[in-house]
C-alpha cells in the first residue's frame, strides 16, 4: 500500500523540532544553572552605612574580582594541593586494586566468584556520607576497635585522624567505596574478550601472567582509560568524606578540599558570589585536566594502532 | 552527630547586640514598616513557620485549636535544620519574596537578617511584651534600635556541670573562679593523669563566644555608621589565653566536643566536667546515659571573686519575614508562643525549651529538677537565677564569617597547642577582612 507522497515541505524543520525537547531539557536544566552561577561570579553585594534595614544592600556589578580573589586565594591553593596528595594515593592504589580483583576473577579455576565479586563490589552501594561515618567511627582512638586490639596486643596505636596519616585514612574510605565500580567496569570488560583469543594464547604456550599482562590489559586499556577518568573527577570532587569526618577532629579545616571552600563560602558565610567564582574555576581546571587526559590517552592508543 | 541531635539543635548560639548599637541610624529603618501590617484587620490568615525545634507541631496545634480557631489565624509548622543552614534558605527565599511568614532565628543571626531586609518592624503589632523578658534578652530581638525585630524564645546561659561523685573522690572542690578551675584541671591530672576535666573543642564557636560574652567582650559596636570589631580585645585575649594555656600545659583535653569519643569521655568517666549551658541534662542524657544522677549543676567558674556574671551558649527567637502577607497575624502568634502560659508550658513539655520568658522560668513545668540531675531538686531555681546574671552581648552583621574562621584558626592551634592568641588575630583579621569586602564601613 502506497501513499501518494507528500511535498516535504517540512523537511527543514523536522530535525529542529526532534531536537526541541533534548535542547529545551539542556538550556533549562544545564545551561541555564551554570550561566546564572556565571553571573553571580560577576557580581558581588555592596553595602551602605552600616547595612543594617531596607536598601543597605545592592547587588553590583564586580567584574572579574571575584576570581582575582579566588586564585590569590592561598587556602583555595593549599586545598588544590592537599586534594593532590589525596588522589595521589587514592587513584593509583584504588585502580590496581580493581584491575588485580578483576584479572583474578577473570582467571581460570576461580571458586566462588559471583559471591567475591559481589562483596567487593558491595561498599559502592553504601553511601559516601555512610561510609564516612563508620570509618570515622573505626578511626577515633577511644572507641576504635582497633585500637583495643593494638592496644592489647602492646603496639603501637597510631591516630589516623591527624597530620599524614589523615590522607590514608581519607584515601581508605575512597578506596574501599569505590574500588568495587572500577573492577566491575574493568572485569565486564574482561568477559567481553572472545575466548579464541585465549585459546591462541594457549597453543602459543602463554602462562596465565603472560596471557593477563599481554592480552588482557592492553585489551581493557580503554576501560582502564575510563575508570581513570571517572577517578580523577571524583577526587577533585572530594567533599563528602572529609566533610563528615571534620566534626570529629582539630587536623580537617573547613576548607580541607576546594569544594569544601565553595559550600562554606556559599551556606556557612552567605557570599555565593565567591563561591560561584571559586565553583566556575574548579569546574574549568576540573575540565581541562579530565578532558586532558582523555585526549592523551587517545592519542597514545592511536599511536599504539598504527604501530 | 548523630546521639546528641538535642545538643546540636540547641547548640544555637546567643547573643545581643551592643547597646552601643547607633539608635538614631536604625530607627530609620525600622520606621518602613510602620502601619504597614500587610494583611486585613483580623481577616483569617493561613501562617508557614520555618522552625527546627522537635514538637513545635504539637504547640502550633493548641494555638490552632484555641486562641487561633477565634480569630481564623492557623499555623503550619515546616520543620527545617537547625543555625546557618535555615539563614542561607531564609535569604534564598527572601531573595525570591517567598519566605515563610514565621521563622525561628538565633539571637546572632539576626543582625544578618535585618541587614537583608528580611525581618519585619512588628513593634507596632505584639504590645506591650518588653516587661515578660529581661533587659538584656529584649535588647538581641531590638539590635538596640526602637524596632522589634523578634520575639525571644528560648535562652541559653552558661553554668558548670561536674561530676559530683568523682570531684568528692579526687578531693576536688568545686571551682568558683576560673584560677580555680585551672588548678582543679592541674590537681585532677596530677592525681589521676588518665582523667581530664573537660575540653577546649575548636568546634563550637558559640561556647567561646559565650564565655568572651563572660568576660566583658562586646566583639561588635557601632559608632555613627562604622562598625568596630574587637573580637581580639583584652577580654577575650584573656578568655584564649586562659584556656590556650590549659591546652599547652595539656591540663584539659583538646579534642572536640560532640564526638563519639566525647560521649564516650564523658560517659565513662574520663572527663569529669562540661562547660554549658541549661539544656546541657538533654545533651548529657543521650551522651553519658550512664552516668545519669551523677551530675551535679554549680554557677560558672567567675573571673574575680565575688562577682555572678554569665555567657550564653544557645538561645533563638522567633521572627516576623517582611515577606509575609499577614504580619499582624504573624505578630499575634509569635506574642503568644513566647508570652502565653499555656504555651510556654507546651514548649517546655515538647520541645525542652528553656523559655526567655522570666515568669515561664520558675513556672509549674520548671518544678521538678530534669530527670538526668534528679538529685539536684533546686536544678531550675538556680537557672533562674544565673540566667538574671547573663551578660549583655555585641553581634555584628557577620558572626558567620568569624565562626568559620574561629573553627579554622582554633582547630589547628588547639591540634598544634600553640598560642591561641595567635589564632585569635586571625579570626579577627577575617572578620574585618570580610567586612571591608563587602564595603562596610570599619573603624581600624
Not at chain 1, 79 to 84: D, K, S, W
Not at chain 1, 262 to 272: K, L, S
Not at chain 2, 3 to 15: C, E, K, P, Q
Amino acid at each position: 500500500m502506497t501513499h501518494p507522497r507528500r511535498k516535504v515541505y517540512g523537511a527543514g524543520r523536522a530535525p529542529y523540532t526532534f531536537l526541541l525537547p533534548a535542547v529545551l531539557l539542556f538550556v533549562l536544566f544545564f545551561a541555564l544553572p551554570i550561566g546564572y552561577a556565571v553571573w553571580l561570579s560577576l557580581h558581588r553585594v555592596e553595602v551602605k552605612g552600616l547595612g543594617l534595614g531596607a536598601g543597605a544592600r545592592e547587588e553590583v556589578w564586580a567584574g572579574l574580582a571575584n576570581y582575582t580573589d579566588a586564585l590569590t586565594d592561598e587556602e583555595l591553593l593549599h586545598g588544590a594541593l592537599r586534594v593532590l596528595g589525596y588522589g595521589a594515593i587514592v587513584i593509583p592504589v584504588m585502580l590496581g586494586l580493581a584491575l588485580v580483583f578483576a584479572l583474578m576473577l577473570d582467571a581460570e579455576r576461580v571458586r566462588l566468584a559471583p559471591v567475591t565479586r559481589l562483596a567487593i563490589f558491595l561498599p559502592y552501594a553504601i553511601p559516601g556520607v555512610v561510609a564516612a561515618l563508620l570509618w570515622g567511627f573505626l578511626y577515633l582512638p577511644s572507641v576504635s576497635p582497633f585500637h583495643y586490639v593494638l592496644g592489647e596486643a602492646g603496639l603501637p596505636q597510631p591516630d589516623l585522624l591527624d597530620g599524614g596519616p589523615l590522607y590514608l585514612a581519607l584515601s581508605n574510605i575512597a578506596v574501599w567505596g569505590g574500588t568495587g565500580f572500577n573492577m566491575i567496569v574493568i572485569y565486564t570488560s574482561l568477559r567481553a574478550i572472545p575466548d579464541e583469543v585465549y585459546e591462541a594464547a594457549k597453543l602459543d604456550g602463554c602462562t596465565p601472567l603472560q596471557t593477563a599482562l599481554r592480552i588482557k590489559i592492553p585489551i581493557v586499556a580503554p576501560a582502564l582509560v575510563l575508570t581513570f577518568f571517572f577517578s580523577i573527577i571524583a577526587t577533585l570532587q572530594v567533599f563528602s568524606e572529609p566533610t563528615t569526618l571534620r566534626p570529629l577532629t582539630n587536623s580537617l579545616s573547613t576548607t580541607w578540599s576546594p569544594l569544601m571552600k565553595v559550600y562554606r563560602d556559599a551556606f556557612g558565610e552567605n557570599d555565593v558570589h565567591t563561591a560561584s567564582a571559586t565553583a566556575v574555576v574548579i569546574a574549568a581546571v576540573t575540565l581541562v585536566l579530565s578532558f586532558g587526559f582523555l585526549r592523551a590517552a587517545n592519542s597514545r592508543t592511536r599511536q599504539g594502532e598504527t604501530r | 552527630m548523630p546521639n546528641t541531635t538535642l545538643g546540636m539543635l540547641r547548640r544555637t548560639v546567643t547573643a545581643a547586640l551592643a547597646a552601643a548599637l547607633g539608635a538614631t541610624t536604625l530607627a530609620a529603618c525600622g520606621s518602613s514598616d510602620d502601619g504597614n501590617g500587610g494583611d486585613a484587620e483580623g481577616g483569617p490568615a493561613s501562617l508557614t513557620y520555618w522552625t527546627w525545634t522537635p514538637g513545635m507541631d504539637k504547640v502550633a496545634d493548641l494555638w490552632n485549636e484555641g486562641p487561633g480557631k477565634k480569630d481564623g489565624i492557623s499555623v503550619t509548622v515546616k520543620k527545617q535544620a537547625s543555625g546557618d543552614a535555615l539563614v542561607t534558605k531564609i535569604l534564598t527565599a527572601h531573595r525570591a519574596g517567598k519566605a515563610p511568614d514565621l521563622v525561628q532565628a538565633e539571637y546572632q543571626a539576626l543582625p544578618t537578617l535585618v541587614s537583608n531586609d528580611a525581618l519585619a518592624d512588628v513593634s507596632g503589632e505584639v504590645g506591650d511584651v518588653q516587661g515578660d523578658f529581661a533587659a538584656s534578652v529584649w535588647q538581641q530581638v531590638t539590635l538596640g534600635t526602637d524596632a522589634v525585630y523578634a520575639l525571644p524564645q528560648d535562652i541559653a546561659p552558661l553554668m558548670f556541670f561536674y561530676r559530683e561523685d568523682l570531684f568528692e573522690k579526687h578531693g576536688l572542690d568545686v571551682p568558683e573562679t576560673w584560677e580555680q578551675f585551672a588548678d582543679t584541671a592541674r590537681e585532677l591530672k596530677r592525681k589521676a593523669p588518665d582523667l581530664d576535666l573537660t575540653t577546649f573543642s575548636a568546634n563550637d564557636s558559640g561556647l567561646f563566644a559565650g564565655l568572651a560574652q563572660q568576660a566583658g567582650a562586646e566583639w561588635w559596636t557601632t559608632e555613627g555608621d562604622t562598625w568596630n570589631v574587637a573580637i581580639d580585645d583584652a577580654a577575650t585575649q584573656k578568655v584564649a589565653d586562659f584556656w590556650g594555656g590549659l591546652v599547652a600545659e595539656d591540663a584539659v583535653d583538646n579534642q572536640p566536643m560532640y564526638t563519639p569519643a566525647w560521649n564516650k569521655a564523658v560517659n565513662t568517666g574520663k572527663q569529669i566536667a562540661w562547660v554549658s549551658a541549661v539544656w546541657a541534662p538533654g545533651t548529657l542524657t543521650t551522651a553519658a546515659p550512664d552516668t545519669a544522677g551523677k551530675w551535679a549543676m554549680a554557677p560558672l567558674p567567675q573571673w574575680s571573686g565575688g562577682e555572678q556574671v554569665t555567657g550564653s551558649w544557645g538561645g533563638s527567637s522567633t521572627a516576623v519575614t517582611t515577606d509575609s502577607g499577614h504580619k499582624a497575624a504573624a505578630a499575634k502568634f509569635a506574642a503568644w508562643l513566647n508570652t502565653d502560659p499555656e504555651a510556654l508550658t507546651a514548649l517546655a513539655k515538647e520541645s525542652g525549651v528553656y523559655p526567655a520568658a522570666t515568669a515561664a522560668q520558675t513556672s509549674g513545668a520548671f518544678a521538678e529538677p530534669p530527670a538526668y540531675f534528679s538529685d539536684q531538686a533546686d536544678f531550675y531555681d538556680k537557672a533562674a537565677a544565673i540566667a538574671k546574671t547573663t551578660a549583655p552581648s555585641a553581634w555584628g552583621p557577620n558572626v558567620n564569617v568569624a565562626y568559620s574562621s574561629f573553627n579554622d584558626a582554633f582547630s589547628s592551634a588547639a591540634k598544634d597547642k600553640s598560642d591561641f592568641g595567635a589564632a585569635l588575630t586571625t579570626m579577627q583579621d577575617d572578620t574585618v577582612a570580610d567586612l571591608k569586602k563587602q564595603g562596610f564601613e570599619v573603624a581600624q
